[in-house]
């Protein structure tokens, strides 16, 4: 079978100070713009089977900008809903949840565009997303790569690993990265990990 690569946007102004971005949809940042572009030699000779992005602007100019043309956007891909938790850092939220942890505690319901969701729900699209990715790579005519976010990757990743979407805290994930994930001797493994090319 052939390999899933993982490509977190470029940074963003929330990112960049850690402040929960979900369904907010923000541009990259001048640097963002940079690590997107730096992405671009490392798939210039590669052949894609299938290219999905997020909808939101920060994936999709990350994947063009990347070399990554032919992308699908797949409403599946979108960043967790921190609910009313988008645009707050970790910082203030332990202000009054000192012991607060996204992927155990979850979110508080937000405004109608933030309702908020939990590690299965983001586990839920994650497994949708997958599903589509291995049915491509099955047929092995080349690797497919996700452009998305930094939560919902590592929450695809976990699950991706037959591990529960909390998992997904195990790793950590920078922006304007790449990783890989493969098989070996029939079984999912993590092939390369959170790696600027």
Not at 43 to 57: C, I, K
Not at 100 to 120: C, K, M, R, Y
Not at 138 to 149: K, N
């Amino acid at each position: 079978m052939s390999d899933l690569l993982l490509v977190r946007h470029g940074e963003t102004a929330w990112s960049a100070n850690g402040r929960h971005t979900g369904r907010t949809d923000i541009p990259l940042t001048a640097a963002g713009v940079e690590e997107a572009i730096s992405l671009a030699p490392y798939f210039r000779d590669r052949h894609f089977a299938l290219v999905l992005t997020s909808p939101l602007r920060r994936a999709v100019a990350t994947a063009q900008l990347a070399g990554l043309n032919d992308g699908v956007t797949d409403p599946d891909l979108y960043e967790w809903d921190y609910g009313g938790y988008e645009g707050v850092t970790t910082a203030e939220i332990r202000r009054t949840r000192p012991d607060w942890s996204l992927w155990t505690d979850g979110v508080p319901p937000g405004d109608a565009e933030h309702p908020g969701e939990d590690a299965a729900q983001v586990g839920a699209r994650a497994d949708r997303a997958l599903a589509r990715a291995r049915a491509v790579l099955a047929e092995d005519r080349g690797d497919a790569v996700i452009v998305a976010h930094g939560h919902f990757l590592r929450v695809l990743t976990a699950r991706y690993l037959g591990l529960p979407p909390q998992d997904g805290r195990l790793f950590l994930l920078r922006t304007g990265t790449v990783s890989i994930l493969s098989t070996e001797h029939g079984l999912p493994v993590i092939a390369g990990w959170n790696t600027h090319p």
